[in-house]
């Protein structure tokens, strides 16, 4: 804990602290959502709250009237919706940027998250599990890439020969080279910024989801909704598919193989009626 | 579906979307598609009419879903295939001159096969073809990288870029 820490600490950029997710997960878990709460919660950031409605006026919901308000917004859209929204403008904020220890340009980890977020999110509704949750864990579970990317920057070609010509996984050159990997730096990150513990938990394993018990479900969502993205070619960086397959992801949602072609269809379906969310207003 | 002709003289890409498919005789056009990932993308020319298209397919087989594959042919290997062919013929271009290019069915690293799309992406394509006395002219599959694929009309020129790698390669060197 304390190397993941202090590696956390020695890094010049962090990126901006999606603070008001695990607030808003707070609100969204009591059965009497206080709206005005809500309201309260994002006006607190006007960049946020005006991105958010652009959003909501964008060709993702053509709204008949503008929606000119938070109030109207969510009145309309209803809370769940608004806290995806909020989700992606902040979330976008930190992983937008290019990540050039990773060879990742500009937009395409963004692009990544949303498309695994909403993978996971798919499947999490079919199997009647909370799909804000999911839809948040995976969204950030690339987080620590943020960080390890500096730190990479001198050493990108070390660690493509790494996966390619040594065929490691991403995540073990990650350990060999810099002694952290990119998933429990997330982890220790979102836990930093107060996150709750299933979402904590969940990224720190999400590429060994039954390490994550008792959140290995969560884990298991982010895994496959990861996955599928990279399929569909929503990858980034040299090497993008060095990852292990861990079939114990299906086991723990009780999938069959079988069934993944046709989350995938469903996920390239849901992904052309979000497409808004790949460029967010910032 | 031929791409729409322009009247400019310059070159411009049309892309190909995730299960879609385009054909052109327009020598000013490349067909494009992005970021593969286990997809294949697989790219017929003619080289005496100019003419040829581009495919860019998700899974292997259009049993699991027949509503889709009547939706969208382009999405499986064995609906969008012919469904490329057809295009093209269309366009005046003969199956015996087709040069077929293959790029993507990237895979993770997986023992169990339970995650092998793109294997069995490629493996179906190859059956296909075969099937159909054709062969492939220029390929690179599998491995672990996410490609984008251009094919130039002008020339049936393929070239691949692999994503993290700062040049594009050329993959079919065309006329």
């Not at chain 1, 937008?96 to 963004?110: D, F, M, R, V």
């Not at chain 1, 992801?249 to 390239?268: Q, R």
Request: negative net charge; glycine residues 8%.
């Amino acid at each position: 804990m304390q190397e993941l820490d202090d590696y956390i600490n020695k890094v010049k950029h962090l990126p901006p602290a999606p603070r008001i997710l695990p607030e808003l997960l707070r609100l969204l878990k009591r059965d009497d959502v206080d709206n005005s709460k809500v309201v309260t919660c994002i006006s607190f950031d006007p960049s946020l709250t005006a991105s958010v409605l652009q959003l909501c006026n964008s060709a993702l919901y053509s709204p008949a009237t503008p929606i000119g308000d938070l109030n109207q917004a969510i009145t309309w859209l209803g809370f769940k919706q608004i806290y995806q929204l909020v989700a992606a403008v902040v979330g976008s904020r930190a992983l937008g940027p290019a990540q050039t220890g990773y060879g990742i340009n500009k937009g395409e980890l963004w692009e990544h998250s949303v498309a695994s977020a909403v993978a996971g999110q798919l499947l999490a509704r079919k199997l009647g599990d909370d799909e804000n949750m999911v839809f948040t864990a995976a969204l950030l579970h690339d987080l620590g890439k943020i960080i390890l990317s500096e730190a990479l920057e001198g050493i990108y070609t070390k660690l493509v020969e790494e996966t390619q010509q040594h065929q490691q996984a991403l995540l073990d050159a990650e350990k060999r080279l810099l002694g952290v990997q990119h998933a429990e730096i997330g982890g220790r990150l979102l836990a930093r910024w107060k996150f709750p513990e299933n979402i904590v938990t969940a990224v720190w394993f999400h590429h060994q989801p039954k390490a994550a018990a008792p959140h290995d479900r969560l884990a298991a969502y982010i895994y496959l909704g990861n996955l599928i993205a990279h399929f569909l070619g929503h990858s980034y960086g040299h090497q993008a598919l060095a990852l292990r397959g861990r079939t114990d992801a299906l086991d723990i949602l009780g999938l069959s193989p079988e069934s993944l072609p046709h989350h995938m269809i469903e996920t390239v379906e849901q992904l052309a009626l979000v497409e808004a969310l790949f460029h967010p207003p910032v | 579906m031929p791409s729409p002709t322009f009247v400019s003289g310059f070159e411009h890409r049309v892309v190909v979307g995730i299960a879609e498919l385009a054909v052109s005789n327009n020598p000013n056009v490349i067909l494009t598609t992005y970021s593969l990932g286990s997809c294949l993308g697989i790219s017929v020319y003619d080289p005496v009419v100019h003419a040829g298209g581009l495919l860019h397919i998700m899974l292997p087989d259009s049993g699991i879903d027949a509503v889709k594959a009547a939706d969208k042919p382009a999405m499986f290997v064995d609906s969008g295939v012919p469904a490329l062919f057809r295009a093209c013929y269309q366009l005046g271009a003969v199956k015996q001159r087709m040069i077929i290019s293959v790029a993507g069915g990237a895979q993770i690293m997986d023992e169990s096969g339970f995650f092998s799309i793109g294997r069995r992406n490629c493996d179906a394509l190859a059956q296909l073809l075969q099937q159909n006395g054709l062969q492939v002219s220029a390929q690179q599959v599998g491995g672990m990288v996410n490609r984008t694929m251009y094919l130039r009309l002008a020339t049936g020129e393929v070239r691949l870029k692999v994503s993290g790698e700062p040049r594009e390669t050329i993959l079919y060197a065309g006329a």
